[in-house]
């Protein structure tokens, strides 16, 4: 992207105008039109989808009254004393060839007739456990019901309560059963059953219709009520779903739907209503459009406007630019407009000032950047202390913060830590925590440097990290394992650093993956030889590892001190053994004893 800026501005101020202007207008009007789209789209889409909702539970409060009908008439049948009485009647005390009008056997189908409705269902039946048995069809015969026990079974489950029972796919009618019950003694006396139409319930969800493929459903514990069908899709979707009503989107077969449903209390049915997203999105094609065109027509007006200014601009600039030009050949006579009034009426005036007395302000211009650059040198040359580092890596630090670089930010803050760490700070003994302070900024720093190449790891009991050390112990043999393994290892390279108590003693560990060297190398080392104190890189020798080794000899004892464990292309282990020391204090003076005998 910086690159692309930098290649804007050799091009002419004009260009640069129309294309900054250009470049804020466009995605402005971008995200503008975007946001009233998708605001636009949420509330259209919310309404289309309230609406269905609406006429889903209106379908759903149909659904619930004509069950409630049906429901009123099993229950009035049932409870009717003339109806209770035949069902209770001795199997000999029933006949069915009394057709007297005042005969129970007339008075039962009278009744019947008057609950029994052709519109709405096929079929009606009155069953007696004493054998009385009463019928009422739209067929010319008795229509015959596969596994009748099986029905008669459920009803008995029931225990009073009605229930709805399906056939197969190709029955067109829904059972309805109750068992009827002595009102006195509650003991079972046969079963009442209505054959409901199928047809019916899809006539009652045929005037709603959300577009010309939308369907209504209705599902009772995921098998259809209705004749159409229900894909797994979303009976997969219901099954999941708990609450009394809702909405969801799926997808069937590449085609999206939006699914509306409602929950009957009365009747434990669903109403689902099935839109395909096209028809609820139908109207957004036209908002589309409408928007597009009026981003076009603004941009296009914008574009004049731009162009129109960006000419004003550039004009009187372009004469400046002519007077340099002839300027630059020798021509001092050069003079422009003063007859402006604004910014560039100004600069004019004080170009043909400037011009007057041009040579005497090079010449002045000229000797003060050579005393400047010589008093630079001097500031530099006296404010190269520490205290002035740490204020220029204050500034610098600030800076990246201001303009958000904190990558800069922690590298800036590492480099400070690790000269405060190592000029201001004074003191010989340290805690191990900051010793590992130290590290982490040291490691911050090469991290920056390899990238993904090096990784750390860190396995340390933190009971031990207010143990005092001597100051720059670890730090150079992690910085050791970095220049001289992992600089030189082939693949990305691990460091671990590990901490941890054995015994009396402290053992610190640091280990690397990367390039290693032969053990009869690594263990010349630590005697300190000469041809492994030469290293191709001035900057970077193993003689800080001999020196730790000897430091920590001379502070603790023979016993103590580094053990190296390497193999060429395998890495390298260094071992930092160290005695438990609780008391900084007694660490010091012995610290300060060993000095004092050296001077």
């Excluded at 207010?466 to 001289?484: D, M, R, S």
Aim: glycine share 6%; charged share 25%.
């Amino acid at each position: 992207m910086f690159s692309r800026i930098r290649k804007l501005r050799m091009h002419s101020i004009k260009t640069q105008v129309i294309v900054g202007f250009l470049v804020v207008l466009i995605p402005l009007l971008i995200i503008l039109v975007t946001a009233f789209y998708l605001y636009s789209s949420k509330i259209i889409f919310q309404k289309t989808v309230e609406q269905s909702a609406e006429t889903v539970g209106q379908l759903s409060m149909s659904l619930d009254h004509f069950m409630e009908q049906n429901i009123n008439k099993l229950e009035t049948l049932g409870d009717n004393p003339t109806i209770q009485e035949e069902l209770n009647a001795d199997t000999e005390d029933l006949d069915d060839t009394d057709d007297s009008f005042y005969s129970r056997n007339r008075q039962i189908r009278r009744m019947m007739l008057k609950e029994f409705s052709s519109v709405t269902m096929n079929d009606m039946e009155l069953y007696g456990k004493n054998g009385a048995s009463y019928y009422i069809s739209v067929w010319s015969e008795k229509w015959v019901i596969p596994d009748e026990e099986e029905l008669f079974r459920k009803a008995d489950e029931a225990k009073g309560h009605w229930i709805l029972v399906q056939g197969d796919e190709e029955d067109e009618t829904l059972q309805m059963i109750k068992q009827i019950k002595d009102l006195q003694t509650y003991r079972p006396l046969g079963y009442i059953r209505i054959g409901l139409k199928r047809s019916y319930l899809d006539k009652l969800a045929e005037p709603v219709s959300f577009d010309s493929q939308g369907q209504i459903i209705i599902l009772d514990d995921l098998e259809r009520i209705t004749s159409r069908e229900a894909d797994e899709a979303l009976l997969s979707f219901m099954e999941s779903e708990t609450g009394s009503e809702g909405s969801f989107r799926y997808e069937e077969d590449g085609e999206s739907y939006m699914a509306i449903y409602e929950h009957s209390n009365v009747t434990g049915w669903d109403t689902v209503g099935l839109i395909y997203m096209s028809y609820i999105t139908r109207d957004l094609s036209t908002l589309r459009n409408v928007l597009l065109l009026l981003s076009l027509l603004a941009m296009g007006i914008a574009a004049l406007v731009i162009l129109r200014i960006a000419n004003g601009l550039v004009s009187p600039l372009k004469e400046t630019q002519n007077a340099l030009e002839e300027f630059a050949k020798g021509n001092f006579e050069v003079h422009l407009s003063e007859e402006r009034q604004d910014e560039i009426g100004t600069m004019n005036a004080v170009f043909n000032k400037a011009i007057c007395d041009i040579q005497k302000l090079m010449q002045k211009v000229t000797q003060a950047e050579i005393l400047g650059k010589e008093m630079e040198f001097k500031t530099l040359q006296s404010q190269m202390n520490p205290h002035f580092l740490y204020n220029t890596l204050d500034a610098i630090n600030w800076m990246a913060f201001k303009n958000g670089e904190d990558e800069i930010c922690n590298l800036v803050s590492a480099i400070s830590n690790l000269i405060r760490g190592t000029i201001s700070n004074k003191r010989s003994i340290i805690t191990l925590r900051e010793e590992l302070d130290y590290i982490k900024d040291y490691l911050y720093i090469q991290k920056m440097r390899y990238q993904d190449r090096l990784e750390t790891r860190y396995d340390i009991d933190e009971s031990l990290l207010g143990q005092a050390v001597p100051k720059l112990v670890i730090q150079p043999i992690v910085e050791n394992a970095v220049v001289h393994g992992i600089e030189y290892a082939q693949d990305d390279s691990i460091l671990f650093i590990s901490i941890h108590r054995k015994g009396k003693d402290i053992d610190i560990i640091v280990k690397d993956t990367g390039a290693g060297m032969p053990q009869e190398k690594a263990e010349n080392l630590l005697k300190g030889s000469e041809d492994e104190q030469r290293g191709k890189d001035s900057f970077h020798t193993n003689l800080g590892i001999y020196a730790v080794h000897k430091r920590l000899q001379f502070l603790y004892g023979e016993e103590y001190g580094l053990r190296i464990i390497s193999a060429e292309g395998e890495g390298t282990s260094v071992t930092i053994h160290i005695p438990f020391e609780e008391d900084p204090e007694k660490l010091m003076k012995t610290y300060n004893g060993i000095l004092g005998e050296k001077k």
